[in-house]
């Protein structure tokens, strides 16, 4: 099993930057692909963003790709999600996501963080 806890959320204004930490337990952490997801008010939770377990691998939802972008430090247990241009429509809790099985994308995941709030003004 694996714990999540995500930090970095805030308030920033549209055009500027952010970057998420998702911190992880255990000691088997470069086991699971990682990936980033979102749910703004009202929405359905989508996908923002994967990682292989290596590092190795990327994949990105279309709406962020060229301004997000994923990495991880295996040695630290923690992915990070830089957040750049960021637009009022990003606007939503985001959550860091662990998932033992591969694919592009990853069919699913397994263990979810409680997620950090990430608020973009206009």
């Known amino acids: 099993q694996v714990q999540l806890v995500e930090s970095g959320g805030g308030l920033v204004q549209a055009g500027g930057s952010l970057r998420l930490s998702c911190a992880a337990s255990?000691?088997?952490?470069?086991?699971?692909?990682m990936g980033w997801f979102r749910q703004a008010p009202g929405k359905e939770r989508e996908f923002v963003a994967q990682i292989s377990g290596s590092g190795g691998s990327t994949y990105y939802a279309d709406s962020v790709k060229g301004r997000f972008t994923i990495s991880r430090d295996n040695a630290k247990n923690t992915v990070y999600l830089q957040m750049n241009t960021l637009k009022p429509e990003d606007t939503a809790v985001y959550y860091c996501a662990a998932s033992l099985v591969a694919g592009t994308p990853i069919p699913r995941y397994d263990y979810w963080g409680q997620g950090t709030q990430v608020t973009v003004s206009s």
């Open positions: 255990g000691r088997t952490f470069s086991s699971y692909a």
